[in-house]
């Protein structure tokens, strides 16, 4: 058990990890797909995986040890198979020894559709680049190349490798949040451009665009105020 403060090397080439040393990016998002024959389900875990750690998952199961291969076709069939329970589908995902990486992902029918709801944990070793340094880019395939929902990405102090100390860790802080083009479209394009005092960038088409607001870099526990500021406007209007 690790026992010691986290590690005063600095993660080069990347300002996040610069200030706060061993860091892990909690990510939790949802992809909402029109049911159908054809669909082909992992594809936004995959990419967030790629995106984030330079390789797609390593692994995947229903239960621990995860000793199946990754493969969107078997999890796919998985989660048809198990359609008609109410509880849907659990599965864990995971990473290669040198790209920490754990998920978790609760596949759900809804009257919306096919629901994958999704929680992805990354480490960073001092010397690595952030995850977080890629999360606009992330954002952005997310959202014009999958079915994206939304997504929250949280920044916390914690170990490289993902493993729990037997120790108090101060909780996560929030980065940022992402709305996909159906969820501005609910809430209303001017009034999610309007969030007042978070910058937001916007992806897409013109016509149907998803925005994505930063609410700080992880260090600050004031994007805890932001999140709830954002929160509270988008409910004003829905």
């Known amino acids: 058990t690790f026992h010691g403060p986290p590690s005063r090397k600095r993660c080069q080439n990347s300002p996040t990890c610069a200030v706060t040393y061993r860091r892990q990016s909690h990510l939790a998002l949802r992809v909402i797909h029109p049911a159908d024959d054809r669909l082909l389900l992992g594809g936004a875990l995959e990419a967030a995986w790629e995106i984030l750690t330079g390789a797609p998952p390593a692994g995947w199961s229903t239960t621990e040890p995860v000793n199946l291969p990754w493969s969107r076709r078997q999890l796919t069939d998985l989660a048809r198979s198990r359609a008609q329970e109410r509880a849907g589908s659990w599965l864990t995902a995971v990473g290669h020894p040198d790209h920490p990486a754990i998920a978790a992902t609760h596949i759900v029918h809804t009257d919306a559709g096919v629901e994958e709801r999704i929680t992805l944990a990354v480490g960073c070793e001092a010397g690595q680049t952030s995850p977080m340094d890629r999360i606009e880019e992330l954002a952005e395939t997310l959202a014009t190349r ?41 809430a209303g394009l001017a009034h999610v451009r309007q969030a007042p005092g978070i910058p937001a960038t916007e992806f897409g088409s013109t016509r149907r665009p998803a925005l994505h607001y930063t609410l700080g870099n992880g260090t600050d526990p004031a994007a805890w105020k932001q999140l709830r500021t954002l929160n509270e406007h988008l409910k004003t209007n829905t």
């Open 146 to 186: 999958h079915p994206l929902a939304t997504m929250l990405t949280q920044l916390r102090p914690g170990r490289a490798d993902l493993t729990t100390p037997a120790h108090f860790e101060p909780p996560p802080i929030p980065v940022s949040v992402t709305l996909g083009p159906d969820a501005v479209r609910e």
